[in-house]
């Protein structure tokens, strides 16, 4: 028929259940399962069919139901005690932050993607759970912060696999008047908007409002009628398309977000960047102090003073970088609008790389953000490392170790991925307030009180509902690819909650080895047949649609699945997402992850198995790196670089079948005892994955390590009228044009051999070329290995510095001198970026 328009019926709640759609719009029902089954117990069928959206199941229930349970007295005490539990939460007032963050300032926070819930698939993967999991913690502790996204209408993809095992991507168009969200109004009523300028013409953009218990999410909207076909199309789909549109996808974010917190008057002093995709924020911010009397560097040492930039990629590759013409052609004015060159701008933003066969500038976006901020971080401690080895060329004549890039281990949101069978046990013998406590390593020794059965029961329950939903969704993939009545019938068969069941679950990008498990399939094949103690593998994952690769692991995975020894007992599900992920994570016995080390940034998936008493066994990458204590989980290999990849794959593979048959398996079936035990590995796995990696662990960090830090120091620089902005920007100007000019020599007294203890003295020369003594640090440093330390020198007179060096241990000493200028009110001494050695 032909569609002339379309109305919403909103549903009449009786009184006694009235508040279920207030509730419905605020996503704190995402991590409350006593929440979530008031819904689906209005109509199991509605609420799955409709990807457990309690907005859409509202919409959808017959009045009749909603009458029905109403008028019983057992559903409307539920419902009260949820709604109490609700609204103690909301209106808490002695909170984590009350307590220890008073003088923290409003945190605006960007990021491209947020995974809050499968019902609303703005998302792609571990970034967006990453983030949506930052904005449940944040509210949990109560912080006064908002986030920043975009409302894809499309969202990521739906993945499909053929008959042949091939992923296949399908896009479906959100209906916006069925999600959680609800018009962004200003002062007059009307829904907010706001306009940015791409290249050669406006760009509008429709506010959102999303609720996250206490915080607010505001969501950019480009679908509005007021917009070009394509410019509608620049909220459409995640990570879809070409560099041009991700590029305009930049702006939109980085711009129009920065313009919406401003229209819709929300305070912000500390501004969170969660990976590149937000860095163009801080065009706007330059534009608006310039725009208030700033010159441009002024201004950039003002926004910068304020910004922190969170790096999630640990290979250069990964980090988005453009030509300068291509840039130019969608914020080619932008300059002009700062009172900047575009040398200027672009300048911030230099990555020099060899495309086509020579040399040529690019504009980075890592680059960029870096230079936007006065605080960085990796996303685990090795990815910190590796982040300072990556960048390190920006600070030429420094070690990698000094490079200003710290880190914060991820963590995931435990509420969220803990079954609610689980919670209840961990009630039994936590405190009371155990959930408001997450990070409190002291309070988890408690679960070495519970006992093995308690345990075993539970972790069998959500065995068998993991094992009822692989069935169904196999069923469903059958019966769509045509398949026989009799490899429909199978589906039923799949698995068997008796044996040791191992989940693995991941986007498919080539470095993460989906496929490492079939390197000796004749091995595997004896471990997974064993009559006396079978093995079973569940997969899962999407790979990028112009990933092909990627795509060929889930068709290798897809196909040995099918082979007849592995029939039943390997299987891959499609359509990875957030429901999978918390049935996978809450119903397998061990969680696996190889990825190629050191390429995984963090990884958070095993987290969450852990939490749920499923321990985790994983190359010594990411987070395990740090989580594993020899007593909570297993490794894969060890921590050896590889030159040789292949070498790299056969020795990874080799200890994961070792450690599945000589400790896994026979652990799992009862024949090890003790401190050997199944049931103490899960005990460990809980009581110590759950604290150090619980998302509230990660917020309380940022909050003490970055947050606050940047409130103070950020509001310091910008006050009267950014007066110690102005003193740095013109200070570094001056230093940066006298630099080349300067000269450093050095010479010290040195014996052939000397006794641990002794001291010899080193002296500097320096010609400062203007720049006065003060101003300039002039160091003495001994490496010893990779052991390195630094002797400041005291100025004597005449340009010249001295030291008395210790040698304090015996060892082969290597001595350098060199010179770093610095003032007080820096960040770090290594901002300018500047150092000459002698």
């Not at 909207?221 to 996808?249: C, F, I, M, W």
């Not at 991925?417 to 408690?446: H, I, N």
């Not at 429909?488 to 490492?516: D, H, M, P």
């Not at 000589?662 to 401190?675: C, K």
């Amino acid at each position: 028929m032909n569609v002339i328009g379309k109305v919403t019926v909103l549903p009449q709640l009786p009184e006694a259940i009235a508040r279920l759609s207030e509730l419905a719009y605020n996503l704190y029902w995402s991590w409350t399962p006593h929440a979530q089954a008031l819904y689906s117990e209005l109509d199991s069928e509605i609420w799955e069919r409709f990807q457990r959206n309690p907005v859409r199941t509202l919409l959808e229930v017959p009045q009749e139901r909603l009458l029905e349970v109403a008028a019983n007295s057992e559903y409307v005490a539920r419902y009260t005690q949820v709604m109490a539990d609700f609204d103690a939460y909301m209106n808490k007032k002695d909170t984590w932050a009350t307590k220890n963050a008073t003088n923290l300032k409003p945190v605006a926070y960007f990021s491209m993607e947020y995974a809050y819930h499968e019902s609303l698939p703005i998302y792609s993967g571990g970034l967006g759970v990453l983030a949506g999991d930052h904005c449940k913690s944040a509210s949990d502790l109560d912080l006064p912060f908002t986030a920043v996204g975009m409302l894809f209408h499309q969202g990521y993809f739906r993945q499909l696999f053929n008959k042949d095992g091939w992923q296949e991507e399908a896009y479906d168009e959100l209906d916006l008047t069925t999600l959680p969200i609800t018009p962004a109004l200003i002062a007059d009523g009307t829904q907010a908007r706001v306009k940015v300028n791409i290249g050669t013409r406006d760009v509008h953009v429709r506010l959102w409002n999303l609720q996250i218990g206490r915080i607010r999410v505001i969501l950019l909207d480009a679908n509005v009628p007021e917009n070009s076909e394509d410019d509608r199309k620049l909220t459409a789909r995640l990570y879809g398309g070409n560099q041009e549109l991700r590029v305009q996808q930049y702006v939109l974010l980085g711009v129009a977000g920065i313009r919406a917190l401003r229209v819709l008057n929300v305070p912000a002093s500390v501004y969170h960047m969660n990976e590149g995709h937000a860095a163009l924020m801080g065009l706007e911010r330059i534009r608006e102090y310039v725009e208030g009397g700033l010159d441009f560097r002024s201004a950039v040492e003002t926004v910068a003073s304020s910004t922190l930039f969170t790096t999630h990629t640990p290979v250069p590759a990964g980090n988005d970088a453009f030509t300068y013409e291509l840039m130019d052609t969608y914020i080619g004015k932008w300059p002009a609008l700062m009172n900047a060159g575009r040398d200027d701008l672009y300048g911030l933003a230099r990555h020099d790389q060899f495309w086509d066969n020579h040399w040529v500038p690019s504009f980075s976006m890592t680059v960029f953000a870096l230079n936007m901020s006065r605080a960085a971080n990796g996303v685990s401690e090795l990815h910190g490392e590796v982040s300072r080895k990556m960048w390190n060329f920006l600070y030429e004549g420094a070690t990698p170790e000094e490079v200003p890039i710290g880190h914060v281990t991820n963590g995931a949101h435990n509420l969220t991925f803990t079954s609610q069978a689980m919670r209840d046990l961990l009630g039994t013998v936590l405190p009371a307030d155990w959930t408001e406590r997450l990070e409190d390593e002291d309070m988890w020794k408690a679960v070495d009180s519970l006992s093995d059965a308690q345990l075993s029961d539970v972790q069998r329950t959500m065995k068998r509902e993991m094992i009822a939903f692989v069935r169904r969704s196999q069923r469903e993939q059958m019966l769509r690819n045509g398949a026989s009545a009799a490899d429909v019938a199978a589906t039923e068969n799949l698995l068997s909650e008796n044996a040791l069941t191992i989940g693995f679950a991941r986007r498919f990008a080539t470095y993460k080895r989906a496929t490492l498990l079939f390197r000796d399939k004749a091995r595997l094949n004896a471990i997974i047949n064993n009559p006396e103690r079978p093995v079973q593998f569940v997969f899962a994952g999407k790979a990028h649609p112009a990933d092909n690769p990627g795509k060929a692991f889930i068709q290798e995975i897809y196909r040995v699945s099918q082979e007849p020894e592995f029939r039943g007992k390997i299987v891959i599900l499609e359509n990875y997402d957030m429901n999978v992920a918390r049935h996978l994570v809450q119903g397998v016995d061990i969680w696996l992850n190889n990825p190629r080390r050191p390429l995984e940034a963090s990884g958070t998936s095993g987290m969450k198995a852990s939490f749920n008493g499923s321990p985790n066994f994983s190359v010594l990458d990411g987070w395990w790196r740090e989580g594993f204590d020899g007593t909570n989980g297993w490794p894969i290999g060890d921590e050896r670089e590889y030159a040789d990849l292949n070498l790299q794959d056969d020795a990874d593979a080799y200890s994961l079948y070792s450690h599945l048959e000589n400790d896994i398996v026979p652990r799992y079936y009862g024949e090890l005892a003790g401190a050997d035990s199944w049931a103490h590995t899960v005990r460990r796995a809980i009581e110590t994955c759950s604290p150090r990696f619980s998302m509230q662990r990660q917020v309380i960090d940022y909050v003490r390590q970055y947050y606050i830090p940047l409130s103070v120091r950020g509001e310091a620089v910008a006050a009267d009228g950014s007066a110690s902005a102005r003193q740095i920007a013109g200070w570094k100007t001056w230093v940066r044009q006298q630099w080349p000019h300067t000269q450093i020599t050095a010479s010290a007294d040195l014996p052939t051999t000397a006794q641990p203890g002794q001291t010899v003295t080193v002296t500097a020369n320096v010609n400062p070329a203007g720049i006065h003594p003060e101003e300039l640090k002039v160091e003495a440093v001994l490496s010893r290995g990779e052991h390195r330390i630094r002797v400041p020198l005291s100025y004597n007179q005449n340009n010249t510095y001295t030291a008395q060096v210790p040698l304090k241990d015996s060892g082969l000493y290597s001595i350098g001198v060199r010179m770093v200028p610095e003032i007080a009110g820096l960040s770090n001494e290594l901002e300018l970026g500047l150092i000459k050695w002698a």
